[in-house]
């Protein structure tokens, strides 16, 4: 049996949205082997729809796999957009950026900027014009920061006012 997925993954209105591109599933050979008192009967049956529970089954992988794709799409996109660090300060986690994808890692690039609580939208601060990330050359690493110096600005704005 073959599975393939073909997945996108964008940035929407600050929460990354996952949508399935292309997904099909192909079985070669399935066996299926009955014993017991009428199993001859059966396995005649069997073999005479071989064709049709191929395509079934075919269809029921890809359906639940379209099935799981949606939920885990919700589930990014039910991502909070702001974490809470204080009663007076969030941390603005929307993404900026569609994600860069490498053969061996995921970036995310998120606002990362302080706000106040007491405001209703998250203003964005997000500076274009930043300069690039720091990559991680070593590959055993499991996860790399890096902080612009407006995420520290922010910071120290909002609790100096």
Not at 35 to 63: C, H, P, R
Not at 68 to 89: C, R, T
Not at 140 to 160: C, H, Q, R, T
Request: aromatic share 8%; with cysteine; net charge negative.
């Amino acid at each position: 049996m073959q599975v393939g997925l073909t997945l996108g993954l964008e940035t929407q209105k600050g929460t990354l949205k996952l949508s399935l591109v292309d997904c099909g599933c192909y079985v070669k050979d399935i066996s299926i082997k009955l014993d017991g008192g009428a199993s001859w009967l059966y396995q005649g049956m069997i073999n005479a729809f071989e064709e049709q529970i191929v395509s079934a089954v075919e269809n029921a992988i890809t359906k639940k796999l379209k099935e799981g794709i949606s939920k885990l799409d919700s589930l990014l996109q039910s991502l909070p957009k702001e974490i809470p660090v204080d009663d007076h300060a969030s941390l603005n986690i929307t993404f900026v950026d569609n994600p860069l994808l490498t053969s061996s890692s995921i970036e995310f690039d998120i606002n990362g900027l302080f706000t106040a609580r007491k405001k209703a939208s998250i203003p964005n601060y997000y500076n274009s014009n930043l300069q690039p990330p720091v990559f991680c050359s070593d590959q055993s690493k499991m996860l790399g920061i890096s902080l612009d110096e407006a995420v520290l600005n922010s910071a120290s704005a909002l609790y100096y006012d």
